[in-house]
């Protein structure tokens, strides 16, 4: 696990960008994995200006989201698809073909998650994964438990991801209980993982990942330590207990 802290989020998001356009120029039908909520924002803000500024292409690469949630209208502005459409996708080159996200509100669910996982299976598999991290250590939407899926699935949403999520609504209340979501197999079947954290309420999780000597089902992205290849980024106040320690 390579480590990277930078000054802050600025700084961090043009890195992440930076790592993201190197893979692109390497392969240009690269399978990109992306991640929402407000961590990756800037990133995607630095790869609209690598593209309209510096030619960066598109036209060839694969999307696949991580997430979606449950029964949300697509043209809702807190859907994930609205989300995607309104922070990249509409800014660059890509085909629409070419972007997938979980369909929140498939006829059958369960078969649709199985055709998600089998899609990015026969499309060659991840090549780079974007992942931010929830407070209690989530990914993706794979919550603490005892156990955790291997496949994309649906899953419920435990009070502190619907708290933290509730910034995005209108109030608490509006926050959809249910998400699709990639599941760990899923994730971990990544050529290459990019985690992004920023922010202060970020320092804890981060220490405690970072610091782990086991991984848990209690702590999901302590799961990452058994990758090959995962790159860390954080801007300093996400560092801050994690450098206190070292």
Do not use: W
Request: a negative charge; proline letters at 4%.
């Amino acid at each position: 696990m390579k480590i990277i802290i930078e000054k802050d989020y600025e700084s961090l998001s043009t890195t992440a960008a930076n790592i993201i356009k190197e893979e692109i120029e390497k392969k240009e039908d690269l399978l990109l994995g992306l991640a929402t909520g407000s961590t990756p924002i800037g990133t995607y803000k630095e790869l609209i200006r690598l593209h309209k500024e510096e030619g960066l292409d598109f036209s060839k690469v694969v999307t696949f989201n991580l997430d979606e949630y449950l029964n949300i209208p697509y043209t809702n502005p807190n859907s994930y698809h609205y989300f995607m459409e309104e922070n990249l996708f509409k800014h660059i080159n890509i085909p629409k073909d070419n972007i997938h996200i979980p369909d929140g509100n498939a006829e059958d669910v369960e078969k649709f998650c199985r055709e998600y996982d089998k899609k990015i299976e026969d499309c060659g598999g991840i090549d780079l994964q974007i992942l931010g991290i929830g407070e209690n250590g989530h990914i993706a939407f794979n919550e603490p438990d005892d156990e955790l899926y291997l496949g994309t699935h649906i899953t419920g949403l435990t009070e502190s991801t619907i708290k933290a999520n509730s910034r995005f609504f209108d109030s608490i209340d509006e926050v959809p209980k249910e998400a699709i979501t990639m599941g760990i197999g899923s994730i971990m079947k990544s050529k290459k993982i990019l985690l992004l954290a920023n922010g202060e309420k970020k320092a804890p999780v981060i220490c405690e990942l970072l610091k782990q000597e086991k991984v848990s089902t209690r702590i999901p992205a302590s799961l990452l330590l058994l990758h090959p290849d995962v790159v860390v980024i954080l801007d300093e106040l996400a560092a801050k207990n994690y450098l206190k320690e070292i």
